[in-house]
């Protein structure tokens, strides 16, 4: 068994499909198809149900698969610490980010950043929920992930880097009658029209509920986006109100204003996480996110 296979085998496993897993490792399809063969006899067990419909893990497959994912990390890390013994950074990066971030932790200019830099490094960026990036991170799939996550809320297997806490702040449209500069309650803001909110599964989300929470203050959402940006303009065309990050709305939508809550455990909180035995390029990756979370803004 070599570690060509079981990329092989862990490419089939994530697509279901021969001729996407061979395109994601550069092979051709029968090539492929002979290692999963060969693969199965040296360990005298099929891997696959294979059907029209694709390839499917049998038992022993779904018995492989955390294992062969732990390997090639593992062996991704000991090419980037031989690498990084060299004086260089080698090998790869699986990088998840929430969608949103705030503008002053730009992770994509962080990436473009961190590649100037390292060259050699192979770099992979994923978009997600908080829960699932920290859920593949445990299993492998990600080396690091910013998300929206307390300490807490994390699995123990987890490394947490404090980034950010970012406060949440109401976005109300400009006709509520509201005095200027005086914080809101929760209480107050779902009276002044329906409310909208991030989607389900995010840390936005779990921030703005707990808020409500606190507040003893039960709320239906109206709508439900994947956008900060377009919940802004939401309130701003007169569909209700919205709870965002401060540091998405920098500036106030035309026809809408940005008011500060009366809670100030309301927070955005943004997190590295990474696991234990992290990669030198994880490492340093990690550092431009501290860098970047500590300059001022």
Known sequence: MELRHLRYFVAVADTGNLTQAAERCFVAQSALSAQIARLEAEFGSELFVRSRRGMRLTTAGEALLPRARRLLTEADRVEQDMAALRGMLAGRLRIGMIQGSPPSLEVVGL??????????????????????LAHDVVDGDLDVAVVALRDSDLPAALTATPLIDDPLVAVIPQTAALRSGVPVSVGQLVELGPFIHYRRGSGLRRAVTEAFDRAEVDVEASFELDQISDMARLVALGAGVAVVPSSAVSAAPERARVVALSDRAALHTITAISSAGASAATTAFLGLLRQAAASPR
């Open 111 to 132: 990436v473009a950043a961190f590649h100037e830099q390292h060259p050699g490094v192979r770099l992979f960026i994923r978009t997600g929920a908080s829960h699932d």
